[in-house]
Every structure is written in C-alpha cells, then in structure tokens.
C-alpha cells in the first residue's frame, strides 16, 4: 500500500530565515505530487505541482519554490520566510490525476 | 477564474440531526468533484463523482453531482459528535492535474 510522508511535524522560524519541507511517497511509481498551503480553517491552495522528476508547476507566485530531486520525494523551500508563510503545509499524492491522498501535514509558523 | 464555493461556512447541529453541505463550482474543463474531511491533520478522502445524478453512499454519508448546476451536495444523516469536522469539497479539472478547493464548511455535531 501507498504511504505518504511529510517532515517535520511542526517547525517555528523566524522572519528571514531558511525554509525547507520534505515530503516522499512509498509504494507507488512516478506520481503526481502536490504542495498545498491552508490557512488557519481555511480550504487548501494549491502552490505547487508535479508530475514527473524535475517537472515543476507554480500556481501562485510567492517566495516558496519546489523541486523534485528523486521521483517520489518533493521539497519545498524557501530563502527568506515571511510573516505571510506562516500556515499548515500538505503534501498530496495522486496516481490517476483525480483523487489525491494527503500527508500528514507541517505546520509551519512564521515568528 | 476557476473558483469552489461552499455553504454554509460552518454549521452547529446535535446528534441525531440530518445535514446537507453544499458545494458550487466553476471551473475549466470539470472532470470531477471530491469531498474530503478534515480533523485534526490531513483531509481523508471521502468520495469522487463524476457522473451527473449517480449517488454515493458510504454508511451515513451521501453525495451527489449535478452537472447541469454545477453543484454538490453531502448529506449525513444520524450525525454523531465524530463527524465533526471540516468538509472540504475539491473540482478536478483541466488536464486532471488541477484540483480547486472550496473554503470549506466547519461542522460542529452537540452531543
């Protein structure tokens, strides 16, 4: 069976600092791999996605950026966090396109 | 500007209450909608549709599509304190890559 990861948990930062979140996928080959932010109850925003190994696709422009280094593993970083970056980060996977599963989420706050 | 919109924004019943949620869309190239609920961490997944008119059911819960009005609607009847919840209602659309989430709809079942 197919398990998503996401580390870490929860993360404190300050304002300027270095960002990079870390989600891999076990169990399936070449997904589709999503980056969502969702504020404090709130739906999801899709920032980022991708369907193959160094194939990248930004919806919303910001200061996060994403790579894919390895087929099942997605990163998201940043050079300089925001008060604005502060949120709940999930990583989703999807085989077909359509449904997609979550990770269990980072929630990352800005300080 | 493809846009998900639920209603209401959030919903206090007590047990045993029937609830519906809705979920309206306008999106390019729709080729389906999900529903996920929200606890704690990451949505689950609950259902996809994808036909116009076709119910799913899973125990209490129920959801249906409508193409021609470009909505979605859960009902769960019987609600039990565990559903309380976040339902998010997502739209696949364009090349199947995209998904657009709604607000969401905050439910709070009383005891």
Redesign the interface.
């Known amino acids: 069976s197919q398990t998503i990861h996401q580390w870490p948990a929860t993360l404190v930062q300050p304002v300027g600092s270095p960002l990079s979140l870390e989600c891999t996928v076990e169990g399936t080959s070449n997904p589709?791999l999503?980056w969502?932010r969702q504020a404090a109850?709130?739906?999801?925003?899709?920032l980022f996605?991708s369907?193959g190994i160094g194939q990248i696709?930004s919806e919303v422009p910001q200061n996060l950026s994403a790579s894919r280094p390895q087929d099942r593993q997605f990163i998201l970083s940043s050079k300089k966090l925001l008060l604005s970056d502060s949120g709940f980060y999930?990583c989703a996977w999807s085989a077909?396109?359509?449904?997609?599963?979550?990770?269990?989420?980072t929630r990352l706050t800005v300080t | 500007e493809d846009k998900v919109v639920q209603s209401p924004l959030s919903l206090v019943v007590h047990e045993g209450d029937t609830v519906t949620l809705n979920c309206s869309y306008e999106v390019t190239n729709f080729r389906s909608l999900l529903w996920y609920k929200q606890e704690k961490k990451a949505p689950t997944f609950l259902f996809m549709l994808t036909s116009s008119g076709i119910e799913k059911k899973s125990g209490r819960l129920s959801s249906i599509l409508d193409k021609k009005e470009l909505s979605s609607i859960l009902n769960i009847t019987a609600t039990q304190t565990g559903d309380s919840a976040i339902y998010l209602c997502a739209a696949v659309h364009n090349a199947g890559n995209m998904l657009t989430f709604g607000g969401g709809t905050r439910l709070m079942v009383k005891p």
């Open positions: 589709n999503y969502y109850g709130r739906g999801l925003q899709l996605y369907v696709s999930l077909t396109g359509f449904e997609q599963y979550f990770g269990p989420g």
